[in-house]
């Protein structure tokens, strides 16, 4: 099997306009600790499994940012067309970019750039039953619609898995040992839509009052449904295509109001976590 480095190089310099370098994050469409395995982009252009920053990768260097207690572990995995960087001690992706490429440089950053990834595993959305959430879908929006008119907001993004599934009453199995279903999810304060694999959606599932759309269709559907309005965008979650879609006018940036609600435990909530 030929090295991804190489076929990689290749595909930039195909490129218009040609690449003089990319970057590889370690982390899924959703900014997730935890991913299933055909979004481990960073794991199988380097061949390293072990806790990493991103790659970057130029025509003629390839480096990987490394925490310094996976630094050994690196050094055994990575081939010698690798350079290990050390986060803390060694400069820093910015810094190294800066200092070594051209000011004119292009630099991708395109996450769909490997194109070797196994199929996507058709799992079931489960509805998480309100005997366990203690609170129904609709209540949760009605509290959400209210945060949003309290910041003169007219809708909200999410791509943080774990809060579109604490919204929606729903659990998966996307990602190994993790409850989660891989989707987008977009609340005005008049719709609430779903963006999901429509292959995923179970019978059960369709019985809760949410639009349930195609997951493929969430970036130019969200340059429909959100307009030229005041769009609640949480800087540490929201993904490039999502945001790329809204003007600079539009955004309100702010932590997520589902950080504090998924926290604040209701006693039902309680019970579960007492029984556990």
């Known amino acids: ?107 991708g950053i395109d996450p769909w750039c490997v194109s070797d990834r196994s199929a996507v595993e058709v799992s079931p959305v489960v509805v998480h039953p309100l005997e366990y959430a203690g609170r129904g879908v609709q209540d949760k929006l009605k509290d959400l619609r209210e945060k949003l008119l309290h910041e003169s907001a007219y809708g909200i993004i999410f791509s943080s898995l774990d809060e579109i599934s604490w919204l929606c009453n729903i659990r998966g199995n996307d990602v190994s040992y993790c409850p989660v279903v891989q989707s987008y ?28 759309l195609d997951a493929q269709k969430s970036s130019d559907d969200a340059e429909k449904q959100l307009k030229s309005d005041k769009i609640w965008v949480d800087p540490s979650s929201c993904c490039l295509a999502l945001f790329g879609k809204l003007s600079a006018n539009q955004v309100f940036w702010q932590q997520s109001p589902l950080a504090l609600a998924k926290a604040l435990k209701n006693p039902v909530e309680l019970n579960g976590l007492r029984k556990a």
């Open 185 to 212: 999810a977009i609340v005005t304060m008049d719709s609430a839509f779903f963006y999901v694999d429509k292959r995923k959606v179970s019978s059960e599932f369709l019985l809760l009052k949410v639009a349930k």
């Open 1 to 107: 099997m030929a090295d991804p480095l190489d076929s990689l190089r290749s595909l930039m310099a195909a490129h218009s306009p040609p690449l003089h370098a990319i970057i590889v994050p370690s982390q899924d469409n959703h900014q997730s600790e935890y991913i299933s395995d055909r979004d481990k982009r960073r794991q199988f252009i380097s061949g390293f499994t072990g806790n990493a920053n991103l790659a970057l990768i130029t025509m003629s260097e390839a480096l990987l940012w490394i925490d310094v207690c996976c630094f050994l572990q690196a050094t055994q995995e990575l081939n010698d067309r690798w350079k290990p960087m050390c986060i803390g001690e060694d400069p820093t992706v910015e810094t190294w970019i800066t200092d070594n490429l051209p000011s004119e440089a292009i630099v």
